[in-house]
């Protein structure tokens, strides 16, 4: 559909295994995603990918009175997106919390991403990425509130899980607030092995 746009969510080294922030099998959802990418540019539909981006002293660090430790610094490797992500180059980068006293979890929160939306005339996102409890779940949440339609990628989310039931709580947060669960199975061919 016209209409529709990818937004892949902070996939970022920082938060696949071996990060400063490393989410449980973040890196799990790299293959599913580029699936998704794959479907996406196949129908010429715009693909936006957010990364957290923070001041070496932003206020989310525990050092600075926050809850997380240091992460996705601005121009450090963790900071990049993980390496097998297959981000085209039309992708547009929507940098977030990219200021010291300001958090931002979701890629809609001081950012001019409704606003390229809109002009490129998307209603529906399909949102994937990282992580299910935090910026995945304020960028659909946001995205609803915004008057988008939100597609959740079920099959390309994970989560932090400070407590064990945060992703799972977080999902029904989102599909409450109006958000649809697909898996690439809904829309495209069944997931097969990545070539290399
Ligand atoms: C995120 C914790 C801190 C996220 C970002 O991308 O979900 N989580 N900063
Ligand atoms: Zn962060």
């Given at each position: ?105 979701s890629?809609f929160q001081?950012?001019?991403?409704a ?10 996102l ?11 779940k304020n960028t659909v949440l946001d995205a609803v509130h915004a008057g988008f339609t939100a ?22 947060q989102m599909?409450?607030a109006g958000a ?17």
């Amino acid at each position: 559909m016209q209409s529709d746009a990818l937004v892949l969510v902070d996939v970022q080294k920082d938060f696949c295994p071996g990060g400063s922030l490393a989410v449980q099998s973040g890196d799990a959802v790299v293959p599913v995603l580029n699936g998704y990418v794959r479907l996406f540019m196949s129908k010429s539909l715009p693909v936006f990918a957010t990364r957290d981006w923070h001041p070496h002293n932003h206020c989310s660090f525990t050092a600075y009175g926050g809850t997380w430790p240091p992460h996705c610094v601005q121009n450090t490797e963790g900071a990049r997106f993980h390496p097998d992500l297959r981000l085209p180059g039309t992708a547009v980068i929507i940098s977030k919390a990219t200021t010291p006293q300001e958090e931002a979890y979701s890629g809609f929160q001081g950012t001019d991403l409704a606003a390229m939306l809109r002009k490129l005339g998307v209603r529906r996102l399909f949102i994937g990425g990282l992580a299910t409890d935090y910026c995945v779940k304020n960028t659909v949440l946001d995205a609803v509130h915004a008057g988008f339609t939100a597609v959740l990628l079920m099959d390309a989310i994970r989560g932090v899980n400070l407590d064990p039931q945060d992703s799972q709580r977080a999902i029904e947060q989102m599909l409450g607030a109006g958000a649809f669960g697909i898996t690439i199975e809904d829309i495209g061919q069944p997931a097969r092995a990545e070539q290399s």
